[in-house]
T-cell receptor, first 109, second 113 residues
Framework: GESVGLHLPTLSVQEGDNSIINCAYSNSASDYFIWYKQESGKGPQFIIDIRSNMDKRQGQRVTVLLNKTVKHLSLQIAATQPGDSAVYFCGQKGQNFVFGPGTRLSVLP | NAGVTQTPKFRVLKTGQSMTLLCAQDMNHEYMYWYRQDPGMGLRLIHYSVGEGTTAKGEVPDGYNVSRLKKQNFLLGLESAAPSQTSVYFC????????????FGSGTRLTVV
């Protein structure tokens, strides 16, 4: 899950394996959630979103799962590639979006 | 399609100096935002705007001012820079309703010495 601190959680996966990145959110009233990818030295890029009336949504090689009971969001990346190496963070909609600190994904050759 | 453009990309300031960060978007988005990103922390909202001529405070507004005189531009000002304002600043824009995703700029890395 997300945590506040000086060091980001890190996930290392072998190239070709599936990656699962988790996010715990706090606002149970949020009805919209989003995942961003941020490569080193670049701005965040939209990956996929999900509304609270859904529990799963699929994109190209990515799937987002939403468990409202435990306020948990996950991002699954299939067949992880070197280009997937980045920081991934979730956002939840309140008056404005609130973003978690992220998880650093490292893809091993 | 440029999207969201931030200038400058890098800047070093001395304590007490002032500067303005410029954000420009070419998507005709109504909403614009300024965030700061610090190591190990999520993006924190400084100020935002829901339309030309409007601004509002976010989570960490102290020490910053903003202006939205034109719909496509959102300026972030530091009147008297402090070392605590050393950070990477991101501008973003979006179109109502607010549950549309944000388009981010590539960031401005600011160091205050």
């Amino acid at each position: 899950g997300e945590s506040v601190g000086l060091h980001l959680p890190t996930l290392s996966v072998q190239e070709g394996d599936n990656s699962i990145i988790n996010c715990a959110y706090s606002n149970s009233a949020s009805d919209y959630f989003i995942w961003y990818k941020q490569e080193s030295g670049k701005g965040p890029q939209f990956i996929i979103d999900i509304r609270s009336n859904m529990d799963k949504r699929q994109g190209q090689r990515v799937t987002v799962l939403l468990n409202k009971t435990v306020k948990h969001l996950s991002l699954q990346i299939a067949a992880t590639q070197p280009g997937d190496s980045a920081v991934y963070f979730c956002g939840q909609k309140g008056q404005n979006f609130v973003f978690g600190p992220g998880t650093r994904l490292s893809v091993l050759p | 399609n440029a999207g969201v453009t931030q200038t400058p990309k890098f800047r070093v300031l001395k304590t007490g100096q002032s500067m303005t960060l410029l954000c420009a978007q070419d998507m005709n988005h109504e909403y614009m935002y300024w965030y700061r990103q610090d190591p190990g922390m999520g993006l924190r909202l400084i100020h935002y705007s829901v339309g030309e001529g409007t601004t509002a405070k976010g989570e960490v507004p102290d020490g910053y001012n903003v202006s939205r005189l034109k719909k496509q531009n959102f300026l972030l000002g530091l009147e008297s820079a402090a070392p605590s304002q050393t950070s990477v600043y991101f501008c973003a824009s979006s179109e109502p309703p607010r549950d549309n995703g944000y388009t981010f700029g590539s960031g401005t890395r600011l160091t205050v010495v």
